[in-house]
């Protein structure tokens, strides 16, 4: 380590930037310039104009259909139920500006601090912006500090890509992380414990459920078999692996793919919470209130459709989208990660 000045004068230390091999940071903490985008916006810049999105960020998705449909207005009361990395929050704020209040809440304890930060550095005072760790499941008690029901409610479900490309967060097959893919890594079990716990007839449901696994049961009684030496993201990998040795590789990612996503549903019991949200929300909004939801996989999608198709029966909501919008080819092609999103909204009657 050598000395620098700073502005002022004043010696600083100066640290040498990581050393990594070949030409492109490949682990994230060799990304160390992704991970200060203000300092280095025009590599930021670049990484994303690849189609890649920079480490310990997030691309909002469909953020122009977004706005269409919830039309946010100046004095409005919004709740957006997904904050992350704040970039719909942030959006959603703008336009509620001067005398407008959004509520943002998030489950991650650990995103959410640096998010707010980040969001109070563009001027939003919590007179405008509201942050709360909670889950959505409790809509309730995010209303009941609002004093009013809401004009608009977002919900962009799932993960950030921060939680996704943070190995230590273990969501990923990519990195090898302890085996945890917990939103909130303070509550419940993680993924290492919750395998441990479960029968192989009930994993095998588990990934047959929740994200169609065709090969659920071989793969489920080898997770089993091994699960007491099996800590790590990469462990587990390979005993999916090992389980379906004659797949292609192509199949094999995608088999991981399945596995790890049904897991971390297993883990943050995503299906009961979408579920009671879904059932609160129509009591949250006010008469004519706009409603969107982002979904990333056929389980969500099939439940949000069920929700606003019933409630539109029902006379809860005087229309919903029937067919989702999806990112236009242009945003795919830019943020592949959007490609798979399908964006529904539903009208409060
Ligand atoms: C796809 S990201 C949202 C990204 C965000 N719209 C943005 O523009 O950065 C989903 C976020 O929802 C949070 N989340 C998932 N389930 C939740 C729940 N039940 N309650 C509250 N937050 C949840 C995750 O922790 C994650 O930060």
Known sequence: MTADQNSDGEQTEHKRRLRYRGTHPRSFVEKYKELNADKYAADVAHIMSRGQTPAGTHRPICVKEILEVLNPKDGETGL????????????????????????????????????????????????????RRINFAGISQIVNEAGTLFDF????LGVSSMQIDTPSRGFTYKADGPLDLRLNPNKGLSAAALIRKLS????????ADYSDE??????ASAIV????????????????????????????????????????????????????????????????????ILTFHSGEDRRVKKSFQEGFRSGI?????????????????????????????????
């Open 80 to 131: 957006d139920a997904t904050l992350g990395w704040g970039g719909h929050t942030r959006e959603l704020a703008m336009k509620i500006l001067p005398t407008g209040r959004l509520f943002a809440i998030d489950v991650d304890p650990i995103e959410l601090p640096k998010t707010e930060a980040r969001l109070r550095g563009f001027g939003l005072t919590d007179a405008n912006l509201i942050i």
């Open 225 to 292: 078999a091994n699960a007491s030496s099996i800590d790590t993201t990469r462990q587990l990998a390979a005993a999916i692996t090992d389980a379906v040795p004659r797949m292609v590789d192509s199949q094999k990612r995608k088999t991981l793919q399945r596995v790890f996503q049904a897991l971390r549903i297993a883990v943050n019991d995503e299906f009961a919470v979408l579920e009671q949200f879904l059932t609160l929300l129509p009591y949250c909004v006010k008469p004519q209130a706009r409603i969107a």
């Open 214 to 219: 065709p090969e659920s049961v071989r793969i």
């Open 200 to 207: 192989a007839d009930e994993l095998a449901e588990i990934l």
């Open 317 to 349: 909501y005087s229309d919903w989208s029937r067919e989702p919008i999806r990112p236009s080819a242009e945003e795919q092609r830019e943020n592949p990660r959007s490609s798979c999103a399908k964006l529904r909204w539903a009208i409060k009657a």
């Open 153 to 156: 409610v977002l919900a962009d």
